[in-house]
């Protein structure tokens, strides 16, 4: 009965850490894509 638990609390942090991943993924992508949108602008206005 124990091994049952110990695979539940494994599979809820596999699925936390999974989770997190994607997260920061997104976070960082929007980011990046900022940053680039930023570059972008300050790039059209040098040139005008």
């Known amino acids: 009965m124990a091994c049952y638990f110990d695979w539940i609390i ?3 942090a596999c699925a936390t850490a999974d989770l997190l ?4 993924y997104v976070t960082c992508d929007g ?3 900022e940053i680039v ?5 300050s790039l059209k206005y040098k040139n005008t």
């Not at 991943?21 to 920061?24: I, Y």
């Not at 949108?37 to 602008?41: E, G, L, Q, T, V």
């Open 10 to 12: 494994i599979d809820l």
């Open 21 to 24: 991943n994607k997260v920061s």
């Open 31 to 33: 980011e990046i894509r």
């Open 37 to 41: 949108s930023i570059k972008m602008s």
